[in-house]
């Protein structure tokens, strides 16, 4: 009997001092192992069972540096939508590359203009601003910053109204504090989970998905 007191006087004086440090929340994930969750609503639930093209402008710079990073965003974007979203058909990358080739001014194009000569219902467009390794100003501080505009268009309205959702500066920072002295092999792996922290940011904006309240 005395030691079944002694363990909730432990527990409840616990209790006071992550009251006092964390909340009512937090206090109940450490006590119980539980953990509150809050449903987040899509964004823009309307993608599945239609198809989608996923077509990326990037920034001249990053262009220059990176030459590849329209079609390698782009895939993962594909892979990840065609994971969490039911029925989604993501137009071939290989099209919208040969499309981007064929028509230079594809970039002053009307979005439903190229959502038509693609065969797809919307088109999903990312406009890449920052995609880096390494701080700026810096040889040996590896942390990676990905930031992107992105807008979907519905390829069936007309171009004044065919922007159906937008989002500002979705950016992903990875690490969050760089670490000075690692070696260069370090900047592909960093850069490679920002890229997937982003595309994962990104393609909950349209499902439903739930959020660990402790975690806000």
Excluded at 55 to 69: G, H, K, N, R, W
Excluded at 183 to 191: D, N
Aim: aromatic share 8%; proline share 3%; charged share 25%.
């Amino acid at each position: 009997m005395k030691r079944k007191i002694c363990t909730l006087v432990v527990l409840f004086s616990a209790a006071v001092m992550l009251l006092a440090v964390g909340g009512c929340r937090h206090t109940l994930y450490v006590l119980f192992g539980s953990e509150e969750k809050r449903d987040i609503p899509a964004e823009f639930g309307e993608l599945p069972g239609h198809s989608v093209a996923i077509v990326v402008f990037s920034d001249p710079q990053v262009q220059y540096e990176f030459p590849m990073v329209g079609m390698r965003l782009a895939q993962r974007i594909a892979v990840e939508m065609e994971s969490k979203l039911k029925k989604v058909r993501i137009v071939e990358q290989q099209r919208v590359v040969k499309f981007q080739a064929q028509n230079l001014s594809w970039e002053v194009m009307d979005k439903t203009a190229i959502g038509k000569a693609l065969g797809a219902d919307y088109v999903m467009f990312v406009s890449i601003m920052r995609y880096t390794n390494r701080d700026a100003g810096s040889f040996n501080l590896y942390r990676a910053n990905i930031a992107a505009e992105v807008s979907l268009y519905d390829s069936g309205k007309s171009e004044h109204e065919a922007m159906v959702w937008q989002t500002g500066d979705l950016s992903v920072t990875h690490p969050k504090d760089a670490s000075p002295g690692q070696t260069g092999s370090a900047a592909e792996r960093i850069l490679n989970e920002a890229e997937r922290q982003f595309v994962e940011l990104l393609v909950k904006k349209f499902y439903d998905h739930h959020k660990d309240a402790v975690t806000e």
